[in-house]
Every structure is written in C-alpha cells, then in structure tokens.
C-alpha cells in the first residue's frame, strides 16, 4: 500500500485547510499523525472503514476526518486553526488484512501570522 498526502501549507490562525491522503488499495483503519519540532509524533485523528472516529482532545470541535472508500482517501479538514498545530502531518493506514501499517510522506502544516 502507497499512500500519498497533500494539502498542507501556510495559514493564519483562526483559517481552515484540507489534508488528503490517497491509498493506492483498498485499506481499513486510516489516521493522521502529527509531529512538530523537538516533539514524539501523536495520533490526530483515526476513522475506521465503516465510519467510526476519533480524536485527540486537543482538535476536538476543530478537526474533522472523513473518508471516501470508493476512492481510498481519507481527509483532515482542519478549522480554527492555532500556531500549536503547526507540525508535519502524516496519514496512515493499515491494509485490509490487518497484518500492516504503512505511512505516507508528511505534508508541512504552518499556523503563524
């Protein structure tokens, strides 16, 4: 499974972006991770393949994943936004076998005026 992620860049804070991360296959659980500088990369948000979700308290109400099976993408819509967001972020998944995990390349998320 290849995973390739977009949508990162510069925002105020206070703005809004959208991640998106495609899987080359068919996968079940896909999450976004985070990592800023001198920090251990955290766990965002997760949605499993029906649908369920999850969240670190600190996007709660901000943040909302979502996923598109039909096309194997999973996405972060990313409201309000503050400078500690600021972090690479990475999608993740694990294939339909349950067996693996496979991460994509991060994408640079910038909160700063």
């Known amino acids: 499974v290849q995973l390739q992620a977009s949508g990162g860049g510069l925002v105020q804070p206070g703005g809004s972006l959208r991640l998106s991360c495609a899987a080359s296959?068919?996968?079940?659980?896909m999450a976004w991770y985070r990592q800023a500088p001198g920090k251990q990369r955290e766990l965002v948000a997760s949605?499993?393949?029906?649908?369920?979700?999850g969240y670190i308290d600190s996007v709660k109400g901000r943040f909302t994943i979502s996923r598109d099976n039909a096309k194997n993408t999973v996405y972060l819509q990313m409201n309000s936004l503050k400078p500690e967001d600021t972090a690479v972020y990475y999608c993740n998944a694990q294939n339909l076998g349950r067996t693996n995990y496979y991460w994509g390349q991060g994408t640079q998320v910038t909160v700063s005026s």
């Open positions: 296959g068919g996968v079940n659980t």
């Open positions: 949605i499993t393949r029906p649908g369920t979700t």
